[in-house]
C-alpha cells in the first residue's frame, strides 16, 4: 500500500540541491522514513540519480548503530563520495548521533552532498536550525495523514472512513488493520512503548504516574482554556495529588518537543496583540488521544475542533485563537465581553476565521455560532465547519458553511 504525500514530497523536490540542509521533522510514526526512504528515494531514481550517488541510513536501526559515532558517520559519508558528481545523503532520526550538529556543519561543506535529514523531538532539531545552521537550514513538518490521505488510500464509503478516522486518527500504519479491536491495541501500545516511553527516558522523568495523569487531563480537556496553574488546582481537587505549576509546565514543554501536543495562543483580533495565558493544546493524532483515554471519551465536538486545528496546520496556516470583545450589558451595567472564534489561520497576507460547530439544529445555534465572526471588522473570510455532511453555502453575511469532510477532502474548501 503506498500513500502519496505529495505536499511534503514537492516540498522536498523544490528544495533539492538549494544548499541548505532539509530537516524533516515531525512525530514518530508519522511517516518521516516512508517520505524519504521511498517516495523521495523513488523520485530520485526516476530523475536518473545513480544507486550509488544515494546515501541512505537508518540510523534507529540497529544494524546501523556503529554509525551514530559523529567520527564514524562522517567518515563513512565521505568514503563512500567516489566523483564530482551529486550525491545525496538520506540520514534517519539524526538525533541518535550525539553531537549532530557538528556532523552536518561538516557535509555542509561538501560542494557536491545534497543533505536530507529526518527527526522526532523539536527541541533537538527546531532550535538547533536557527542557533546551528544560522540560515543553513531547511526545516519541513511532516504531519499524521491528513484525512484526504488517509481516504485515498481507505478501502470502504467516505462516511465509513470518517468514523474509522475520527477514532483512530491518521497514523500510516492505522490504515494496515481491519479490526478495530487491533487499531485500539496498535495505538495503545505505541503511546506508551514509543511516546511515553521517550519522552520519560529523554527527560530522566522517574514519576510515571503524574506524566500519564497530565497527558490524561490534556486529553479530556482538548479545546479548553487551561494552563499550568489551573491544573496545578485540578490536580489537587480531582487527583489529590500536588504536582506544581512549574513541573506541569515542563511536562507540556516535554510533549510539545516531542510533537505529542500542539499550544494555540490567544489573539485579541481587535487590539491587535497575544494573550499568552490561558493556552488551548491540541493533540498531533486524534486516535493517540483517544488512546490515551482508552477510547472512552469520544466527544465528536472536542475531536472535529482537533482535526480543523490540524488540518490548517497541515495546510501550512499559523494557527491562533481568536478573541472579540464587544459590549454587552449585565444587571443593567455595561461590561465588556471576550467572544471566542476558534481558530485564526494565517500564512503571508492571507487570514482566515475558523468555527469549529459540531451541529447547528437551531436558529439560536447559529446565531451563537456567527456572533463572533459578525463582530470582526475585517474583510477577511469567515467560515463555520459542521459536523453534519452538507453543502457548502454562503449566506446573506458573506459566512459560508461546510460540512467536515467537504472541508477537509477539498484542498481549496477555504476558498469556496
Not at 554509525?67 to 566523483?83: A, F, G, H
Not at 474583510?379 to 453555502?393: E, L, R, Y
Request: aromatic share 12%; net charge neutral.
Amino acid at each position: 500500500m503506498e500513500i502519496q504525500r505529495d505536499t511534503y514530497l514537492n516540498k522536498l523536490i523544490r528544495s533539492k540541491n538549494n544548499g541548505l540542509i532539509k530537516i524533516i521533522t515531525g512525530i514518530r510514526r508519522c511517516g518521516k522514513s516512508y517520505l524519504l526512504f521511498n517516495l523521495f528515494k523513488k523520485h530520485l531514481l526516476e530523475q536518473g540519480i545513480p544507486k550509488e550517488h544515494i546515501i541512505a541510513l537508518a540510523l534507529d536501526d540497529i544494524q546501523n548503530k556503529e554509525y551514530r559515532s559523529p567520527d564514524k558517520l562522517y567518515s563513512y559519508v565521505k568514503s563512500q563520495i567516489k566523483d564530482e558528481n551529486m550525491y545525496y545523503l538520506l540520514l534517519d532520526e539524526i538525533q541518535f548521533v550525539p553531537e549532530f550538529e557538528d556532523v552536518l556543519n561538516g557535509f555542509l561543506h561538501i560542494d557536491n552532498a545534497d543533505v536530507y535529514v529526518t527527526g522526532s523531538n523539536s527541541k533537538f532539531l527546531s532550535t538547533d536550525i536557527v542557533t546551528e545552521f544560522r540560515g543553513r537550514g531547511y526545516e519541513i513538518a511532516v504531519h499524521p495523514l491528513s484525512f484526504a490521505e488517509y481516504f485515498s488510500a481507505y478501502k470502504g464509503k467516505v462516511s465509513e472512513a470518517w468514523k474509522d478516522y475520527y477514532t483512530y486518527g491518521g497514523l500510516p500504519r492505522v490504515l494496515s488493520f481491519s479490526v478495530d479491536e487491533e487499531k485500539m491495541n496498535y495505538l495503545e501500545k505505541l503511546l506508551q512503548e514509543v511516546y511515553i516511553r521517550d519522552i520519560l527516558e529523554h527527560n530522566d522523568i522517574r514519576n510515571t504516574s503524574e506524566l500519564e495523569e497530565l497527558v490524561s487531563l490534556l486529553a479530556s480537556a482538548v479545546g479548553s482554556l487551561t494552563n499550568p496553574h489551573k491544573l496545578e488546582k485540578t490536580f489537587l481537587s480531582v487527583k489529590q495529588t500536588k504536582i506544581s505549576a512549574y513541573t506541569i509546565k515542563s511536562y507540556i514543554d516535554y510533549f510539545k518537543d516531542a510533537f505529542l501536543v500542539s499550544a494555540a495562543t490567544r489573539y485579541d483580533i481587535k487590539g491587535k496583540k497575544y494573550i499568552n495565558t490561558p493556552q488551548k493544546y491540541y493533540f498531533e493524532d486524534v486516535g493517540l488521544r483517544n488512546a490515551q483515554l482508552k477510547f472512552r471519551q469520544q466527544e465528536e465536538t472536542h475531536i472535529i475542533e482537533n482535526i480543523i486545528f490540524n488540518e490548517l496546520r497541515i495546510r501550512g496556516f499559523n494557527v491562533d485563537v481568536g478573541i472579540v470583545e464587544v459590549n454587552a450589558k449585565q444587571n443593567e451595567r455595561s461590561i465588556r465581553k471576550q467572544l471566542e472564534v476558534d481558530f485564526i489561520a494565517n500564512k503571508g497576507n492571507s487570514r482566515y476565521y475558523v468555527q469549529s460547530a459540531f451541529a447547528m439544529p437551531s436558529a439560536e445555534k447559529r446565531a451563537q455560532e456567527e456572533r463572533p465572526l459578525i463582530k470582526i471588522q475585517d474583510s477577511f473570510k469567515k467560515i463555520i465547519v459542521v459536523g453534519d455532511d452538507i453543502k457548502a453555502k454562503k449566506d446573506e453575511k458573506g459566512i459560508l458553511t461546510i460540512g467536515i469532510t467537504e472541508f477537509l477532502l477539498n484542498e481549496n474548501s477555504l476558498d469556496i
